[in-house]
T-cell receptor
Framework: GDSVTQMEGPVTLSEEAFLTINCTYT??????LFWYVQYPGEGLQLLLK?????DKGSNKGFEATYRKETTSFHLEKGSVQVSDSAVYFC?????????????FGQGTELSVKP | DVKVTQSSRYLVKRTGEKVFLECVQD?????MFWYRQDPGLGLRLIYF???????EKGDIPEGYSVSREKKERFSLILESASTNQTSMYLC????????????FGNGTRLTVT
């Protein structure tokens, strides 16, 4: 079945370091791909998305490119800040005509130290 | 701004109690969802609804039911709470398009003792 696999956390970085969180997926067809972020004590919020192969989603300095050949959607940021400390979730929607029914990865906790 | 409101942030209930978790969205979204979040397991879909009075089972519906009498409100019901239902519960809504993101509430942390 359809699934999402993320790199395990926690990931600990120093401020201004480069961030990569790996995400790979298994799905038939052409799913939409998403990254969500969850700050402490809050629900998830959309960080970025990509809806077709080679699309690049970007927001707040974060980027991810939809790579169909490697079934990947890795999250990157060139210079992280302490305020980026959160849990990051990769997700896909394999359903062409059904919005919102996402399959999530297990989440990757990021901790950024000053 | 988009808003999904869950009625309680924290709940403590006893085993065997009937528990209601309420969720309201103000975006006129057709789709509403209940997820459960547990460490190491990510989010798992319990139930969802694409229209008023319509409901469909997600991946882990056992022990839960839902009600959607109005478009803006989607309730999760634990008929007889058990300790293995201690978890964070997240409500979300979305538009119909497959490209539409989910909009989440802040979650209800339920403890069953």
């Amino acid at each position: 079945g359809d699934s999402v696999t993320q790199m395990e956390g926690p990931v600990t970085l120093s401020e201004e370091a480069f961030l990569t969180i790996n995400c790979t997926y298994t799905a038939t067809g052409y799913p939409s791909l998403f990254w969500y972020v969850q700050y402490p004590g809050e629900g998830l919020q959309l960080l970025l998305k990509a809806t077709k192969a080679d699309d690049k989603g970007s927001n707040k300095g974060f980027e991810a490119t939809y790579r169909k050949e490697t079934t990947s959607f890795h999250l990157e940021k060139g210079s992280v800040q302490v305020s980026d400390s959160a849990v990051y979730f990769c997700a896909l929607n394999p359903f062409v005509n059904q919005g919102g029914k996402l399959i999530f990865g297990q989440g990757t906790e990021l901790s950024v130290k000053p | 701004d988009v808003k999904v409101t869950q009625s309680s942030r924290y709940l403590v209930k006893r085993t065997g109690e009937k528990v209601f978790l309420e969720c309201v969205q103000d975006m006129d979204h057709e789709n509403m969802f209940w997820y459960r979040q547990d460490p190491g397991l990510g989010l798992r879909l319990i139930y969802f609804s694409y229209d008023v009075k319509m409901k469909e089972k997600g991946d882990i519906p056992e022990g839960y039911s839902v009600s959607r009498e109005k478009k803006e409100r989607f309730s999760l019901i634990l008929e007889s709470a058990s300790t293995n239902q201690t978890s964070m519960y997240l409500c979300a809504s979305s538009e119909q398009s497959s490209n539409s993101p989910l909009h989440f509430g802040n979650g209800t942390r339920l403890t069953v003792t």
